[in-house]
């Protein structure tokens, strides 16, 4: 099976049997500027470490938490050498019932005034758990009555736009919970640098829409535009503006004073700044980037740590929300448990949340990331527990950012034990079975942001690419996978590193590969969950067309040559000059999409969709084509001719190498949408 669909509660609440976890996928700033903040927005977007369907031997669950010694151990850990420059503000809360057991923050909110983080009135960004809020939002539509099921299909609900023909009738809530709706990844947009009109109008959402790729309810394809969706849906269910909905109806309720949603693009003064640290450096503060309005309910809450805890408090049902609450306890366990994922060993998505498991304990998470603002929340219904983690910065100076995922990771760990993986009995496949090339499914199909993937599958280590994951035998009866050796099969079609380490790296301690209904692999899944990827060949490898684009690239620039080529004709001259503009295009064509850019990269300017650099790569890849005919009509022509040298003969040949390398060229970008006008 290529995925697997677990069957969902009602609302009478049945809580299903166990669960697995990952986490989102999210990486850690890049020391490439175009990739900062970038690649966790494919995923842009949500998180946690995951566990696999384990039955293991659980160890007695403390019955209280040594908060002394957790503190003491977090202050060693997280504030003290040992972390030094690895970020330049951190959080991390602790909820045990109805108490905050652990309250610790490191660094400074602003390093200009040495202002200390405060976990009273620093606001952190908390990226795509905001989807959870705007999850819960829908939930209390369904309580009230106000959406009559789940299974409904949204377009029945939707007003100011429709999802269009051939799926879009056929997506229901649950497929934008589960992100299971088919989206493409499309980030463009998600930024704004000046104010929006709101509520958005029916051509601004059209706009920002992304298309359906797969068919509703094959794969479980993290994307934005669902969760986007989903706030479009309670605004039009409700008559009522998405932030004032939730101000009135969970934040009020729940006493955070000091959460909002960042709908505008003005920096809220209680916000956290971010900072580049490194060592014998001064600490360079990173811009702030506004959410346009649309991307507000997909990830743009800010709030207090101390705020959090009251968010976790209200779906743990502890404290005082123990007997009042803003949900019911049945629509929470429906939220929390599980109902669609791409295979059994990793996550699986609830409403929005992440569902997995830690050595047996059933995990309840979400993830975010905005470019230098990286956050977990990690629920643990049946011990009561929940933690909130913000990491903010970038590290420079040979010192690695901390993701908070890597915080979480190591206090699971402090609290629960190394994570543990069981070998499920059976026959294990050749290893050479599983070797190949996997290839994300959750990428741009409509708009030139394509192209993005095409330069991410292609550059950096060949092993460790993200979009592209590599799997080769290690030597040593496991697998390589994503640049690291030790995987060994515990059966299942699952891949175990045992000794693995929490760390900021792209890799995780799970791997687990998919099959058809014929039994044939066809792609691996990563232990975050949503991470689903394609065996991959050949052409259809982004990796290997990123290869064959540079190589041609190559070629087109020595069209600078052509300057020595002899002109008989008119028709040779104009050859000669295209030939000659072409390797110009060649040069100009990178520095457009990749150079010149702050300290955001390439990402602030994608996600704020400023379509200038985007338009003048979409016209100098179609004046390839231009160039392109023009130097095989001229080198045709020539070849029809008598050569009266060496001269005339070389550029003959040479005119042929540069007319087929340019159509090949154009096939490439073709396959990118940058032929045309395809803008993000």
């Known amino acids: 099976m290529s995925h697997v669909r677990v069957m969902k509660n009602d609302l009478a609440g049945k809580v299903l049997a166990r669960t697995v976890a990952a986490r989102l996928g999210l990486r850690t700033p890049s020391p490439r500027p175009w990739m900062h903040g970038l690649a966790a927005l494919l995923l842009a977007w949500g998180m946690g470490w995951q566990a696999a369907h384990a039955e293991i031997s659980v160890p007695p669950i403390p019955q209280t938490i040594d908060a002394p010694a957790l503190a003491a151990w977090a202050d060693r850990e997280f504030g003290g050498s040992g972390a030094a420059n690895r970020y330049s503000a951190l959080a991390l809360v602790v ?3 109805d108490q905050v057991i652990l309250d610790r923050t490191y660094g400074y909110a602003n390093w200009v005034t040495r202002e200390p983080v405060d976990s009273f009135r620093t606001e952190f960004l908390i990226g795509s758990i905001t989807k959870t809020f705007t999850a ?5 539509l369904l309580e009230r009555g106000q959406i009559a099921s789940l299974d409904e299909p949204v377009n029945k609900y939707l007003k100011r736009v429709q999802l269009p023909p051939p799926y879009g009738d056929q997506v229901t809530f649950w497929h934008l919970l589960t992100h299971s709706a088919g989206f493409e990844v499309r980030n463009a947009g998600l930024a704004a640098l000046e104010a929006q009109r709101r509520p958005l109008t029916p051509e601004a959402l059209r706009s920002v829409a992304a298309e359906i790729a797969h068919p509703p309810g094959q794969y479980s394809l993290y994307a934005n535009a669902g969760a986007g969706l989903l706030a479009v849906l309670v605004e039009d269910v409700t008559g009522r503006p998405i932030d004032q909905y939730m101000q009135e109806n969970i934040f009020n309720p729940l006493g955070m004073r000091h959460t909002r949603i960042n709908l505008s693009p003005e920096r809220p003064e209680a916000l956290v700044h971010a900072y580049r640290l490194g060592q014998g450096t001064s600490p360079e503060e990173l811009g702030w980037l506004p959410f346009s309005a649309y991307a507000g309910p997909i990830g743009g809450i800010s709030a207090t740590p101390q705020d959090m805890t009251q968010y976790i408090k209200a779906h743990l049902g502890t404290g005082e929300f123990a007997g009042r609450n803003i949900l019911q306890p049945q629509t929470l366990a429906t939220m929390h448990a599980p109902h669609f994922g791409n295979h059994p060993a990793v996550n699986q998505f609830g409403m929005q949340f992440f569902t997995g498991s830690w050595n047996g304990r059933r995990l309840v998470e979400h993830g975010g990331n905005w470019p230098y603002n990286i956050s977990m929340l990690t629920l643990m219904p049946e011990e009561k527990l929940g933690i909130f983690i913000a990491t903010v910065g970038d590290a420079t100076g040979g010192a690695r950012f901390m993701p908070a995922w890597e915080v979480r990771a190591r206090l699971l760990t402090r609290l629960f034990g190394a994570q543990t993986y069981e070998t499920q009995p059976g026959a294990e496949a050749p290893l050479g ?9 959750q990428h741009n199909y409509s708009t030139l942001e394509a192209l993005l993937d095409l330069i991410g599958a292609s550059s950096g280590d060949s ?13 040593q009866g496991g697998l390589r996978i994503a640049g690291v050796d030790g995987y060994l099969p515990v059966g299942g079609d699952r891949f175990w590193k045992k000794d693995f380490t929490p760390g900021p790296d792209w890799a995780g301690p799970l791997y687990a590969f998919t099959r058809n209904a014929a039994g044939r692999l066809t792609g691996l899944v990563h232990p975050f969950g949503v991470d689903m990827q394609q065996r991959v060949s050949g052409f259809a490898d982004l990796r ?12 087109l620039l020595s069209g600078f ?8 004709s008119r028709v040779s001259s104009v050859g000669r000059l295209m030939a000659m503009l072409g390797a110009l295009t060649i040069v100009a064509m990178p520095l457009v999409v990749l150079a010149f850019h702050g300290p955001g990269g ?3 300017y994608l996600l704020s969709a400023q379509p200038g650099r985007w338009a003048l790569f979409a016209l100098l890849a179609n004046f390839l084509i231009v160039v392109t005919a023009v130097v095989a009509w001229s080198t045709v022509e020539a070849w029809r001719s008598s050569a009266a040298g060496w001269r005339e003969h070389l550029a003959r040949w040479h005119g042929a190498v540069l007319a087929l390398a340019g159509a090949g060229l ?4 073709g396959s990118v949408n940058a032929l045309g006008l395809h803008l993000p």
């Open 95 to 97: 909820v045990s019932g």
């Open 136 to 140: 819960t939002a829908l939930a209390q």
């Open 433 to 441: 079975e599983y070797v190949g090339s996997y290839q994300q499914l």
């Open 463 to 475: 092993d460790s690419n993200y979009f592209v994951t590599r799997v080769t035998e290690d030597g």
């Open 544 to 555: 290997v067309r990123g290869r064959w684009a540079l190589g041609l690239a190559l070629v």
């Open 561 to 568: 040559a052509a300057v020595f080529w002899r002109a008989k």
């Open 602 to 604: 390439i990402a602030y």
């Open 666 to 669: 154009v096939v490439i970008l």
